[in-house]
């Protein structure tokens, strides 16, 4: 069975995008791969972090992982930070990373740009999410659009790596969702939806109330043609809806295109809006029987003791290949 490594950081309530273009997936997918899903904390400190906030925002989405879906009994959920192998191979791998690849980095250059003090470890968490993948021989790795720089990096280290010293990582693809790898923008549609927008009506979240959910949709930008079809490049709001629509009810474009033929987007909203929160709240049931539980944590301590004992052996063979330590010594 292929192994898949994919991992989200905790920087706030996920998104619907993230929903349609990362979770929902997964759920489908820990039915044919051996799946570790990760809440990647060490990424999230590269900018400043309130500590309380981040502690809430952890447990948040490990919660999150698994009312979405992710099945405990089929897939190892752990948080990155528990497994100090990531931050160990983290360094092994920046080692062999050079400074102008990793300042070459898209997201490197948009987060630092205009500021006047960097973290050093925006620079560097490239190799540190390389890690995270080759640790568990990861043969596939899901990511949006925005990643494939990062992942390239990561198979060109694993590369390196194994010319250089030896040749123990499984060098991975790239897995890129065809449908629903990138939810747009409510009000900005030709824009990816973010939870960092600074306008709120932009995005969905998980725990979005019924209402604020209708409100967003009925709010949504479209065009003043009132003709409810697909063609991304002139009615991308129109466009991004009926994605969303066709993903959440598995119902084709196609279909879609002939209900709404000549009716208004009220009407089309209004039923989307309704797809929208019938998809999300047997979502959010789950979260608020998760959240404060012992069984959150027990699922969260065996997806630790998992992931440590599967990358605890790869660190040490990067160790044995870099020559670090003592030989060990026969008994």
């Known amino acids: 069975m292929k192994t898949i490594f994919s991992g989200i950081q905790p920087s706030g309530t996920i998104t619907l995008g993230n929903y349609i273009g990362a979770m929902k997936q997964f759920v489908e997918l820990q039915k044919e791969y051996n799946c570790y899903f990760c809440v990647v904390d060490q990424h999230a400190i590269t900018v400043p972090q309130d500590k309380m906030e981040l502690r809430k925002n952890i447990r948040s989405l490990a919660a999150l992982y698994l009312a979405s879906g992710i099945d405990p009994d089929k897939s190892t959920l752990f948080i990155q930070s528990e497994v100090p ?3 160990q191979a983290g360094w092994m791998l920046q080692c062999v990373s050079y400074i102008g690849e990793l300042e070459r980095m ?39 659009e925005d990643q494939k720089q990062h992942l390239e990096l990561t198979r060109d280290l694993a590369e390196r790596f194994n010319r250089k010293y030896n040749d123990i990582f499984t060098v991975p693809d790239v897995r890129i969702p065809e449908v629903g790898a990138r939810v747009m923008s409510l009000q900005e549609p030709t824009k990816k939806m973010s939870k960092s927008d600074a ?12 209402k604020q959910i209708e409100k967003k949709i009925k709010s949504a930008v479209t065009d003043s043609d009132g003709i409810v079809k697909y063609d991304k490049e002139n009615k991308p709001g129109v466009s ?60 969260l301590d065996k997806g630790a003791e998992k992931a440590n004992f599967t990358a605890s052996k790869m660190v040490n063979k990067m160790e044995k290949a870099m020559g670090l330590g003592r030989k060990a010594r026969k008994k």
């Not at 740009?113 to 993948?133: F, N, Q, R, W």
């Not at 306008?199 to 019924?210: G, R």
């Not at 993903?247 to 989307?272: A, H, P, R, V, W």
């Open 199 to 210: 306008n709120k009506k932009a995005f969905i979240t998980l725990l979005d109330e019924p």
């Open 240 to 299: 991004n809806l009926l994605s969303i629509y066709s993903i959440l009810e598995g119902t084709s474009i196609e279909e879609l295109e002939k209900k709404y033929d000549g009716k208004g987007y009220g009407e089309f909203k209004g039923d989307l809006a309704k797809v929208v929160i019938d998809t999300i709240k047997p979502i959010q049931d789950r979260y608020y029987e998760l959240i404060e539980s012992t069984e959150l944590d027990d699922i």
């Open 85 to 87: 192998a990531h931050a």
């Open 106 to 144: 898209t997201q490197f250059k948009d987060k630092s740009e205009g500021k006047e003090a960097v973290s050093a470890g925006l620079l560097t968490y490239p190799p540190l999410m390389a890690a995270d993948i080759l640790l568990y021989g990861a043969d596939l790795v899901p990511v949006g």
